[in-house]
């Protein structure tokens, strides 16, 4: 049986999750159910950072930037949606932010119809640098 890297915090996020779903229910915009989650983490005493901008290299080259919703104990990020459900492109965009930074597990929440979460793990043995010195 393998561990699952950061199990207890993931499943802290996830309990934190469904109690804001269960709250606020379907239908609200991706910022309401981010907003909620930072206020549950931190009644909960979990570290986080919202709107956490992380900049993508190619090569040597800064390429671009974008912000991670929530970034957890600097050891998770949490990619919010509110769509019917999750998508292909929505676990792709995740995968590619687990990939441009040092961290290896991510969530992927969505706020649907119906509550559901994936979870992405991308070892940072197998990501190039990611971090090129200048």
Same mark, same amino acid.
């Given at each position: 049986?393998?561990?699952?890297?950061?199990?207890?915090?993931?499943? #802290? $996020?996830?309990?934190?999750?469904?109690? =804001?779903?269960?709250?606020?229910?379907?239908?609200?915009?991706?910022? =309401?159910?981010?907003?909620?989650?930072?206020?549950?983490?931190?009644?909960?005493?979990?570290?986080?950072?919202?709107?956490?901008? #992380?900049?993508?290299?190619?090569?040597?080259?800064?390429?671009?930037?974008?912000?991670?919703?929530?970034? =957890?104990?600097?050891?998770?990020?949490?990619? $919010?949606?509110?769509?019917?459900?999750?998508?292909?492109?929505?676990?792709?965009?995740?995968?590619?932010?687990?990939?441009?930074?040092?961290?290896?597990?991510?969530?992927?929440?969505?706020?649907?119809?119906?509550?559901?979460?994936?979870?992405?793990?991308?070892?940072? =043995?197998?990501?190039?640098? #990611?971090?090129?010195?200048?």
């Amino acid at each position: 049986m393998t561990k699952l890297l950061h199990k207890d915090l993931t499943e #802290i $996020i996830i309990g934190v999750f469904y109690d =804001v779903y269960n709250t606020l229910g379907y239908g609200f915009l991706e910022k =309401v159910y981010e907003t909620a989650m930072a206020i549950e983490l931190d009644e909960r005493g979990v570290y986080f950072d919202d709107q956490y901008p #992380i900049d993508v290299f190619y090569k040597s080259h800064k390429v671009g930037k974008y912000f991670a919703d929530l970034i =957890v104990e600097n050891s998770v990020i949490i990619e $919010i949606k509110a769509n019917e459900f999750i998508r292909k492109d929505d676990e792709c965009q995740l995968l590619n932010y687990l990939k441009a930074t040092n961290i290896e597990v991510g969530l992927l929440l969505n706020f649907g119809k119906k509550p559901e979460f994936k979870r992405i793990a991308f070892s940072n =043995v197998r990501k190039p640098d #990611i971090n090129p010195k200048k």
